[in-house]
């Protein structure tokens, strides 16, 4: 994460965010209030659908237990329903 005051990242700002979207690399924000994060859009999307996904009831469980299923015994991708 990089760390950097908010008079050098007003300076720096397009170039600040062109690397943070381009890295998925979270920025730092600190003023004399409190500090302030910048993600990238994929990021925040990535979090957002993990905190959903957790919020299923079961979900977390469902997804330790797909995780530690071998490959040989899922079923082929053309297989699937959906």
Known sequence: MTNINITNFRK???ELLEQTIKYN???NISTKNGNAVV???E???GLMETVYLLSVPGM???L???KDTPL???I???EVEW
């Open 12 to 14: 720096d700002i397009y």
């Open 64 to 66: 330790l237990e797909g």
């Open 43 to 45: 990021d925040y999307n």
């Open 39 to 41: 993600l990238s859009e």
């Open 60 to 62: 977390k469980e469902k």
């Open 72 to 74: 040989e015994d899922c």
């Open 76 to 78: 082929k991708e053309d």
């Open 25 to 27: 690399e979270p920025i």
